[in-house]
């Protein structure tokens, strides 16, 4: 490929002519966080967009998760939200207890903490006007004159992608009202990948590239603010709380509560818990199977954990946990848990420069880095630059593929240290505080540019 276009198909389609009468088609797929990112930020760039979600209903299912809302993530609602809602709650220390529950050390460093449906229905009112109780407070937000055109497909699996001259033609399935599936396809200028680690799309484009395990779990859940105690509270509340131990990571804060309320006393406990279950052990089935016995590839979505499998967790965490966190595993109403895997692709342009990859479609990083949701940001607003001709290709693809090799590589190690070694409580300090930098300020070896400019 050659790096000589300014923007990749502005050379043949105008794409960054916001004036030109026949505007390009931009396909997205996947209507997750990386998705809608790309679509709020290219409508407001006046392009035109499709967007396709599998899921077969409008909305997608709280996933019930928080977000530590990286500087990107910020940057990025700072853009383009025209709601006004706040998307984050502050947290003012970060605190390390022992097994005791005793704090053991505490620091001042401020991070903001989100969760996935205040961003997700935020999103969603920027990019298709959908009205939520997320929105109690504030207007939805206005239609512009220069807003590109949108239209949000649910139901839609993505089956193909095929090069038809200067376009990319995307065959999937739609979803019916009586259930059955419909084939069908839409011609795109522009097709960009945001669905997800186990993407489609990449494995069309790298068959080969494999999403691995990473021999540990992360359990997940939330508890009203209201139902903590008060030890419990006065180590989480508006505190990033961390715990380690052999093969054990907890982390513990504050977010959003129902329908984004920031108010004190109506946000969640947000407890994420790291615990190593080797791959093929009989703990690791339990744990992956859910209540109708179905086996589990990656994920227990909430509410679908067994008996027996939260059981086994709770106990563990009475075994392993400090008492404040071990409260967290038994006021938590709907747990859920993740496979920890790794994988990355080796570059973001394909189909000469027709199919882009962006956030975890591209690489997905262990949640160590809490740099997903930022990734996916950084993606999109690096890619309306390139298309609106601010920055060129090869700039788009050195920032976006270096940034993605560093911070994946980054979480791995991060990862194993935490799960596999034992490590002065300091070490773990240092991953964190690494982990927590701005991205401006990364410090990129040789290697992550290795081939990047023969993408």
């Not at 505007?23 to 392009?47: D, N, R, W």
């Not at 077969?56 to 025209?82: C, M, S």
């Not at 997700?120 to 990019?127: D, H, K, M, P, S």
């Not at 069908?184 to 945001?194: E, Y």
Request: charged residues 25%; contains cysteine.
């Amino acid at each position: 490929m050659t790096n000589s276009r300014t923007n990749g198909v502005n050379g043949v389609n105008g794409i960054n002519d916001n004036s030109s009468k026949q505007k390009p088609e931009i396909v997205i797929v996947g209507g997750s966080l990386g998705g809608l990112f790309a679509g709020v930020a290219l409508k407001t760039h006046g392009y035109n967009t499709t967007l396709l979600e599998r899921t077969p209903v409008n909305l997608l299912h709280n996933q019930g998760a928080g977000i530590v809302a990286g500087g990107d993530t910020i940057e990025f609602f700072k853009r383009y939200d025209r709601t006004g809602k706040p998307v984050a709650v502050p947290s003012y220390k970060r605190l390390y207890l022992n097994q005791k529950g005793d704090i053991i050390h505490e620091e001042v460093n401020r991070q903001n903490m989100t969760s996935w449906d205040l961003c997700y229905y935020l999103l969603r009112a920027n990019y298709d006007r959908v009205d939520s109780p997320y929105l109690a407070d504030v207007k939805l937000p206005e239609e512009r004159s220069t807003d590109g055109k949108v239209t949000y497909c649910y139901g839609c699996t993505l089956t193909n992608l095929v090069e038809e001259g200067s376009k990319v033609r995307v065959h999937y399935k739609r979803k019916q009202d009586d259930s059955s599936d419909s084939d069908a396809s839409i011609l795109a200028d522009l097709v960009i990948g945001a669905d997800g680690p186990s993407s489609t799309i990449r494995k069309i484009l790298e068959p080969s590239v494999e999403r691995k395990y990473a021999g540990y779990v992360v359990i997940r859940g939330t508890v009203p603010e209201s139902e903590g105690s008060e030890a419990a509270l006065s180590v989480f509340r508006e505190r990033f709380c961390f715990f380690h131990a052999p093969g054990i990571q907890n982390l513990t804060y504050t977010i959003a509560g129902e329908h984004g309320n920031t108010n004190p006393g109506h946000r969640l406990l947000n407890f994420v818990w790291y615990a190593n279950f080797p791959e093929g052990g009989s703990e690791l089935e339990k744990v992956m199977t859910d209540k109708d016995g179905r086996r589990r590839h990656i994920t227990i979505p909430p509410g679908m954990m067994s008996e027996d499998a939260w059981n086994l967790l709770k106990d563990k965490a009475d075994e392993r946990l400090p008492p404040q966190m071990a409260e967290m595993a038994h006021k938590t109403r709907e747990p859920f848990v993740q496979c920890i895997t790794d994988v990355i692709s080796p570059k973001n342009l394909y189909m000469n420069d027709k199919v882009v990859l962006v956030g975890d479609a591209l690489a997905g990083f262990r949640p160590h880095t809490v740099a997903s949701t930022s990734q996916a940001a950084f993606d999109v607003m690096s890619l309306v630059d390139w298309l609106d001709g601010k920055i060129d290709r090869k700039q788009f693809v050195k920032q976006v593929m270096s940034w993605a090799r560093l911070i994946q590589a980054r979480g791995v190690t991060m990862g194993d240290r935490s799960q596999f070694q034992t490590l002065p409580v300091e070490e773990y300090i240092k991953d964190r505080n690494l982990a927590s930098r701005k991205r401006q300020e990364d410090v990129y070896p040789e290697w992550v540019f290795k081939g990047i400019d023969e993408i």
